[in-house]
């Protein structure tokens, strides 16, 4: 994605942000609440509808909009990105059907841990291989 289209995107996104908070405005006797700054991290193109859906979610939530709207709550970008994330080390392998919708959840450069009776799409093997998202199977 070119530099042009990047900040057009944002500039769309900081717009829908602006509606959204507009419909659901709070009244203004409400207690203030405490500040929270909480580091987001978009690093690709899933990342970023995935923040934007979310942001979505919280205009939806009169309380939560007008925390947005007040600035007790923010978003800030994340410091750097890692070079390889993967799963915690208590979660279990994926079992089951891999789609590529589950893929595409993925930050890209991920691992996604798979168990030994695990099935792989090839549409979702293709796009891990395009997002750099490594397939481990267990043993």
Do not use: C, W
């Not at 970008?77 to 589950?102: I, M, N, Q, Y």
Request: hydrophobic share 45%; aromatic share 2%.
């Amino acid at each position: 994605m070119g530099g042009e289209a990047r900040e057009a995107l944002r500039a769309m996104v900081r717009e829908a942000i602006r509606e959204a908070l507009a419909e659901t405005r709070r009244g203004a006797g409400a207690p203030a609440l405490p500040t929270a700054a909480e580091p987001v991290r978009i690093a690709s193109d899933a990342e970023l509808d995935a923040f934007v859906r979310r942001i979505a979610r919280l205009a939806r939530d009169p309380a939560a909009a007008a925390r947005i709207e007040a600035g007790t709550l923010r978003f800030t970008l994340a410091e750097g990105r890692p070079a390889h994330v993967t799963a915690p080390a208590g979660d279990a392998p994926r079992d089951g059907l891999v789609s590529e919708r589950a893929i595409e959840r993925l930050p890209e450069g991920a691992t996604l841990r798979l168990a030994r009776t695990a099935v792989v799409t090839p549409l979702a093997r293709d796009r891990a291989r395009q997002r750099r998202i490594k397939l481990e199977r267990s043993r």
